[in-house]
């Protein structure tokens, strides 16, 4: 293990946004883990997990020990006639890991390819895309308990999945994701009632053509972040109660939108931002992106500051034609490497 002083993490980030680490490590199993942990205990550091930079916004200078991820692996546990279950280490590529599901003839993850990051993260905010989240073809996950210093199973049921949200980001500091146990299906269970995916799909309702499909949809209309800086989509898109809604469809009756349960309705934060006028509109060197209005592009060298004056500008104007919030979806760092509120 080596531990390095004064790393940039422009690399590490995909919103390419320049900060420095007073410390940093690469972790390649829990022995490691466990060393990094002492280290910064014994240097008075917060630790700052780093998976693959895809959903955070980080400061110019970070104090903390940085412990980037990088715990390998894929390994069968066991099969029944439906399904095979497989333990996943969390430095793994997430979208090579979809792609190799798919060669395997595992089927569940098809709808998820192409997001970017590690698959360590993709419980922490249960990445979803196309009519699947992760969640659903989680079993368990494995962590090291930072309270308890022991490794732990937590299964899928304890894990409180929702829309982008999960214990893990309930309780940042405590967990550290070592292993993701997934339960694929051995035969296809195609959900294509996103959008236009089933169109896009034609005549071949394959797993395989599903894949390729979510993926040609996503490079039409996601940046791709070694192009264009970005963080996927920026906002989530805002649950809202029944009675707020009504008053708001009849104002606008375009309004996308998607009932949710318990009277609640999901509305689309990048038709609110794109009828706000900030499709394609940039602020210093920080705008929404012209395809999809959703995701916040770094367009050159953006600082932090840059980024929140964008963001904070996006959250007023759509604040003021809609009486909407909208809430960042990256994680926000602050110098001492904690997570701040937005
Ligand atoms: N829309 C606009 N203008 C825009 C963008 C979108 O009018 O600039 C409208 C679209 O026409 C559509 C609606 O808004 O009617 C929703 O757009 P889209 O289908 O592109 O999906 P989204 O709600 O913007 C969500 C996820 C994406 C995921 C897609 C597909 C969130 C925050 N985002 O985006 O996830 O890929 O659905 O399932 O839930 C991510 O989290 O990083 C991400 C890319």
Known sequence: MNIESQVQLKPFNTLSLNSIASHYVKIQSIVDLQQALQFSKAHDLNVLLLSGGSNMMLPEHIHALVVAIDIQGIEFLSE????????????????????????????????????PGLVG???????????????EFIQSVEVYDRQSAQTLSIQAQDCHFSYRHS????????????HVIFKLLKH????????????????????ENLQKQ???????????????????SFFKNPI???????????????????????????IAAGWLIDQSGWKGKQLNQVGMFHKQALVLVNYAD?????????YQAVQKDVFEKFG????????????????ENH
Not at 121 to 135: F, H
Not at 215 to 232: A, F, M, T
Not at 248 to 262: C, D, E, M, T, V
Not at 303 to 310: G, H, N, S
């Open 214 to 232: 979510v993926i040609h949809i996503r490079q039409s209309k996601l940046p791709d972040p070694n192009e264009y800086p970005n963080v996927g």
């Open 324 to 339: 909407v919030h909208l809430e960042p979806e990256p994680v926000l760092y602050n110098k001492l490497g904690l997570i």
């Open 240 to 266: 809202i109660k029944q009675q707020e809604f009504s008053q708001l469809i009849a104002k606008f009756p375009n309004i996308p939108h998607y009932p949710q349960a318990g009277n609640h309705v999901k």
């Open 302 to 310: 953006a600082t932090l500051t840059d980024v929140r004056a964008t």
């Open 80 to 115: 029944d006639a439906e399904s095979k279950t497989i333990k996943v280490g969390a430095g793994q590529v997430w979208h090579d890991f979809v792609l190799w599901t798919t060669t395997q003839q595992l089927y569940g993850l098809q709808n998820l390819a192409l997001i």
């Open 167 to 178: 214990i893990f980001k309930d309780d940042p500091d405590r967990y550290v994701i070592t």
């Open 121 to 135: 993260a993709s419980p922490v905010q249960n990445i979803g895309a196309y009519g699947v989240e992760v969640g």
């Open 188 to 207: 296809a269970d195609l959900k294509v009632n996103y959008g236009d995916l089933k169109d896009a799909m034609m005549d071949d309702m394959s797993a």
